[in-house]
């Protein structure tokens, strides 16, 4: 199957800090790019859709200007979670669509501390 | 919002045993896909379905798409320790709503030596 990275993949940080996270499509190109977020024992939770070249669409109650995404490529798009706070802990995993399929990236583990 | 229901949330095998599990949804879906996720990484892809009716295998596992469209199910013969972990299904709506998948709550397995 095709191969999603992601960039890093733990992160610690300080309140108040912002944080960027990387997801690349490795062997394939990808106008549409999924991020998500993942507490503990639970599924996975729709945060927005990155469309290349255009903006993001957000799922209802998802702060866009706390989660910045940009999708500047065909095999890049990046999450920046802005002023990060300790509830913003979480597991972030982004998705790639190739033809019907969507392929997951490993997931980045951030800590606000 | 859609939800898909899937069952069970969590099993207790014996190595060697054979696994079921199912979604199940009052939506139509024209893409099913079933996942295993293990801790601390995303999701591994572990087979697509498409079209209604379609019975899929990959190794021992065995997926059907069903027959109605709003369910699907997966089943795994002869469980081995490495099969621990959580499976997720998730759909595809026939109406696409961008093209986001809708995820299952997740079957958590433990399969004992």
């Known amino acids: 199957g095709a191969v999603v990275s992601q960039h890093p993949s733990r992160v610690i940080c300080k309140s108040g800090t912002s944080v960027k996270i990387e997801c690349r499509s490795l062997?394939?190109?990808?106008?549409?790019m999924f991020w998500y977020r993942q507490f503990p024992k639970q599924s996975l939770m729709l945060m927005a859709t990155?469309?290349?070249?255009?903006?993001?669409?957000?799922e209802q109650g998802v702060e866009k200007d706390k989660f910045l995404i940009n999708h500047a490529s065909l095999t890049l798009s990046t999450l920046t979670v802005t002023s990060a706070h300790p509830e913003d802990s979480s597991f972030y995993i982004c998705?790639?669509?190739?033809?019907?399929?969507?392929?997951f990236g490993p997931g980045t583990r951030l800590t606000v501390l | 919002g859609q939800q898909l229901n899937q069952s069970p949330q969590s099993m207790f095998i014996q190595e060697g045993e054979d696994v079921s599990m199912n979604c199940t949804s009052s939506?139509?879906?024209?893409?099913w896909l079933w996942y295993k996720q293990e801790p601390g990484e995303g999701p591994v892809l572990l087979i697509a379905?498409?079209?209604?009716?379609e019975l899929t295998s990959n190794g021992r596992l065995t997926a059907q798409f069903g027959i109605t469209r709003k369910d699907s199910f997966l089943n795994i013969s002869a469980s081995i320790p490495s099969d621990v972990g959580i499976y997720f299904c998730?759909?595809?709506?026939?109406?696409?709503?961008?093209?986001?998948?809708?995820f299952g709550q997740g079957t958590e397995l433990s399969v004992k030596p």
């Open positions: 990155s469309n290349e070249g255009s903006k993001a669409t957000y």
């Open positions: 379905l498409y079209k209604a009716g």
């Open positions: 939506s139509i879906f024209n893409t």
């Open positions: 998705s790639a669509r190739e033809s019907g399929e969507q392929f």
């Open positions: 062997d394939f190109q990808a106008t549409t």
């Open positions: 998730a759909g595809r709506l026939v109406y696409n709503q961008g093209g986001k998948l809708i």
